[in-house]
């Protein structure tokens, strides 16, 4: 089933929300997000589009909270594994 996805977060003194549906989430025994994964239809989609796909994915894990993410390609059946973005932080 989908599952809905948002956050709100400040960003140079604004708040900005975010907003998704992520086509399927897993979660781990103690009901925890574990693996984010979105579907896609493309029959060939190009660097740019699967770029643009990696950062809408790794959003979702961000949202979530999830340990990593999949991409599948439904007409080439290729699964691509999408990691958490790397965490801000903070100088000394």
């Known amino acids: 089933a989908e599952f809905p996805v948002f956050t709100i977060r400040t960003e140079k ?9 992520a086509d399927a989430l897993t979660l781990t025994a103690d009901s925890r997000p574990a693996v984010v994964v979105d579907w ?3 029959v060939a989609p190009d660097p740019q589009t699967l770029d643009h796909y ?3 994915v790794r959003a979702y894990i ?3 909270g999830a340990e990593r993410g999949l991409i599948v390609l439904m007409t080439s059946g290729a699964v691509i594994p999408v990691q958490p973005a790397d965490p801000i932080i903070p100088p000394f």
């Open 54 to 56: 990696r950062a809408q």
């Open 40 to 42: 896609k239809s493309d």
């Open 62 to 64: 961000d949202m979530t």
């Open 13 to 21: 003194d604004e708040e900005v929300a975010t907003s998704g549906i």
